[in-house]
Every structure is written in structure tokens, then in C-alpha cells.
């Protein structure tokens, strides 16, 4: 199975940019979506952004128009660019992965903390 390494959090103002990289221990060709989630203090894990292996992508409508998640396949690597960040961004962000055409993201990564100050 997939092992699933976040990078790339930190402390930003808000208006700030940050990108969040994620690496996959093995071909992320052979993973059929793989996706980004964010989880604040006392809230559930909610979705963020996603990518096929085909590239298509959907996103949460809270940050359409300011993150874009790509992917580089000769490095194995998911990347969520955010833009704009604002203070409800804050969050531990992950990266899940899934095999199947559908259901849920179920391999993660350890997550990274992402904080933004207002």
C-alpha cells in the first residue's frame, strides 16, 4: 500500500500563499484519485480538493478560485497550491489517496499543519 508523505506547512499572514506538497512512495499512476482534506481543532476532516489520474479535478466551494491542486508524475508528488489563505484555512492539512474508481480516500498521510494569522 501507498505511503503518503505532506511537506510545505507553516505560519502565514493572511493573504499569504503556501504549497503543500505531497509525496507517494510509489507511481502515482497506479493511484486512481488522490486528494488533500483539512481537519481544525474540535471539527471533523473535511474535503479540500482532489485530482484524478486522468486530471480531472473538484474542490470544496469554501476554497474555489484561490487553491489548485496539481500533480507531477515523474516525481510521484500531489501538490495544493493556496492562495489568498485566510484565517479559517488554518487546519492539520492531509493527503489521501484512493485505488478505486470510487469511495472514499482511504490511505493518508500524517498531515501538516497549516496556521494563518489574521
Known amino acids: 500500500q501507498v505511503q503518503l508523505v505532506e511537506s510545505g506547512g507553516g505560519l502565514v499572514q493572511a493573504g499569504g500563499s503556501l504549497r503543500l506538497s505531497c509525496a507517494a512512495s510509489?507511481?502515482?499512476?497506479?493511484?486512481?484519485?488522490m486528494g488533500w482534506y483539512r481537519q481544525a481543532p474540535g471539527k471533523q476532516r473535511e474535503f479540500v480538493a482532489a485530482?484524478?489520474?486522468?486530471?480531472?479535478?473538484n474542490y470544496a466551494d469554501s476554497v474555489k478560485g484561490r487553491f489548485t491542486i496539481s500533480r507531477d508524475n515523474a516525481k510521484n508528488t500531489v501538490y495544493l497550491q493556496m492562495n489568498s489563505l485566510k484565517p479559517e484555512d488554518t487546519a492539520v492539512y492531509y493527503c489521501?489517496?484512493?485505488?478505486?474508481?470510487?469511495?472514499?480516500?482511504?490511505?493518508w498521510g500524517q498531515g501538516t499543519q497549516v496556521t494563518i494569522s489574521s
Open positions: 489521501g489517496a484512493r485505488y478505486t474508481t470510487w469511495g472514499p480516500h482511504n490511505y
Open positions: 510509489e507511481s502515482i499512476l497506479s493511484i486512481n484519485s
Open positions: 485530482i484524478t489520474r486522468a486530471g480531472s479535478t
